[in-house]
């Protein structure tokens, strides 16, 4: 799918007025005829709605994630309805995990905050169009990427269980927001609704760079105890290459030097399909379900 958007370019739009304007435009239930009359003529497949909330399901996914580790699971129950979240026995769900490091500690309860708002902003301007969240899987779905990106090796993978493993899921997930939000952009039709997204793509670009960054910091630390972190993170990066269509990057690049911004050619981040989003999350090629969403994600794009 692909869209040649000539539109003007849009004038600055800060998180409220795209909220208000989101509405406006008919992402309300009546503007798309879910609810009698109409408001705004609409095609009768809008892909912005359908882009829109392809971003939500995995915007549950990250919010879940950091949301879980902080302690603050519950909040997020409260939106998108009671679909199941599944996280580790070991967890305390009100408490959350147990930092030792109050860096990563400050970044995991900055994210948990953004992601957060991530979905409630997407929910709430997508208003009765919006996606319920689906099942959502981050206990078992975890062990079967450790053991997919080691062969094997890692058993058990639990990224609740200490501040580096932490570090080690959030990477999982923090380069495949950023990509699937450039991937996704030439599909948006609407200049408001593009506008809005590039500003949450801003800031999951900003999660990823500091992800990289402390994980990048923890190299010798974690060399000392006989866990090379920069081998573990490059073979997260290669079975996301792997399906996601070979666009990813470790901790350093074939010269030694540290990458701490994934790109391509001209320094231009990477963009992928929403199909090879889906490879990555379901932690299978052309799967339509399964790994972090064992039911598949919930609505058109899935």
């Known amino acids: 799918m692909t869209h040649d958007d000539t539109a003007a370019a849009p004038a600055p739009l800060n998180r409220r007025a795209a909220l208000g304007t989101l509405g406006k435009f008919g992402l309300g239930a009546a503007a798309f005829g879910l609810a ?30 950091y949301l ?10 409260a939106i998108g309805g009671g679909a199941e979240i599944r996280l580790p026995a070991s967890l305390d769900r009100t408490r959350g995990m147990q930092f030792r490091d109050s860096n990563v500690q400050a970044l995991a309860r900055s ?15 997508l208003g009765k169009a919006a996606a319920p969240r689906p099942v959502l899987d981050l206990s078992g779905a975890f062990d079967a990427a450790g053991q997919a990106a080691s062969g094997g090796a890692i058993k058990g993978f639990n990224p609740y269980a200490n ?37 949450i793509l801003a800031v999951e670009a900003y999660h990823g760079g ?10 010798q630390v974690s060399a000392a105890a006989g ?9 997260i990066s290669n079975l996301r290459g792997k399906v996601g269509g070979g666009k990813d990057a470790g901790l350093s690049d074939a010269r030694g030097n540290a990458v701490f ?16 989003v889906l490879n990555i999350v379901y932690l299978a090629p052309g799967a339509r379900r399964g790994g972090f969403y064992p039911n598949g994600l919930n609505g058109s794009i899935k």
């Open 36 to 65: 009698g009359g109409s408001v705004l003529a609409a095609p009768a497949k809008n892909i912005d709605v359908d882009v829109l909330n392809f971003a939500l399901n995995l915007e549950y996914l990250e919010a879940a994630f």
């Open 68 to 77: 879980a580790a902080v302690g603050r699971i519950n909040e997020l129950r």
């Open 111 to 125: 994210i948990a905050e953004d992601e957060f708002q991530h979905v409630k902003f997407l929910y709430g301007a």
């Open 163 to 199: 501040d580096l493993f932490f570090l080690h899921g959030a990477f999982i997930f923090e380069d495949v927001g950023v990509t699937a939000y450039t991937g996704a952009a030439p599909l948006i039709t609407n200049p408001a609704y593009l506008q809005a997204a590039a500003g």
């Open 210 to 219: 500091a992800v990289r960054s402390m994980l990048y910091g923890q190299r």
């Open 227 to 235: 866990l090379y972190v920069g081998q573990v993170v490059q073979a």
């Open 261 to 276: 911004a994934p790109a391509g050619a001209g320094a231009v981040g990477y963009g992928r399909s929403t199909r090879e």
